[in-house]
């Protein structure tokens, strides 16, 4: 098993809402276009009750909804930082494999799961998202991504 990242880093530090996202990636394999986020609406609320601190479901829907908006700033926004997350802890060229992107048929899709047929990044997160290691930001958490290959 090889760890990602650097060696005196414990992994990549993301909010709840840019792991949610990157969640519903690795769940789908195959890519979801931007425009198509809404039809994943439950999957992403579950996802999102799981990441998140606010236990008011009308709160989170507000935070989904604007991740879902037509406008897709948020989208966007999120797909940014991720991948700029994940370039400054594994630096450009090894991030690659793991950051959200967009191909050339318009679908989004995180190249190391989808073209990798035994390959796949698991996410293993800290017990305590204040411990440090995130930088002590509230709401966020360490994602340490292994390459697990069959």
């Known amino acids: 098993m090889k760890q ?9 530090c993301l909010n709840p809402m840019e792991r949610t996202l990157y969640r519903l990636f690795q769940a789908h394999r195959e ?3 931007a425009d198509d986020l809404v039809l994943h609406w439950q999957e992403l609320c579950e996802i999102y009750a799981r990441e998140t601190r606010y236990d008011d479901p009308a ?3 507000e935070k989904l909804e604007s991740l879902c908006a037509e406008s897709k700033t948020v989208f966007y926004s999120n797909v ?3 991948k700029r997350k994940f370039t400054d802890a ?4 090894p991030a690659k494999p793991y950051i959200i ?4 048929d318009g679908y ?3 190249p190391g799961l989808s073209r990798r047929k035994n390959c796949r990044i698991t996410c293993n997160f800290l017990s305590s998202p204040l411990n440090g290691k995130c930088g002590g930001h509230t709401g966020a958490a360490v994602l340490g991504a292994d390459l697990l290959r069959g």
Do not use: A, C, Q
């Open 80 to 82: 940014s930082r991720i």
């Open 31 to 33: 890519g979801l276009r």
């Open 90 to 93: 594994m630096g450009p060229v």
């Open 59 to 61: 709160l989170r829907e």
């Open 4 to 12: 990602i990242g650097k060696e005196d880093s414990p992994g990549v």
């Open 101 to 104: 992107r967009r191909d050339t």
């Open 108 to 110: 989004y899709r995180i």
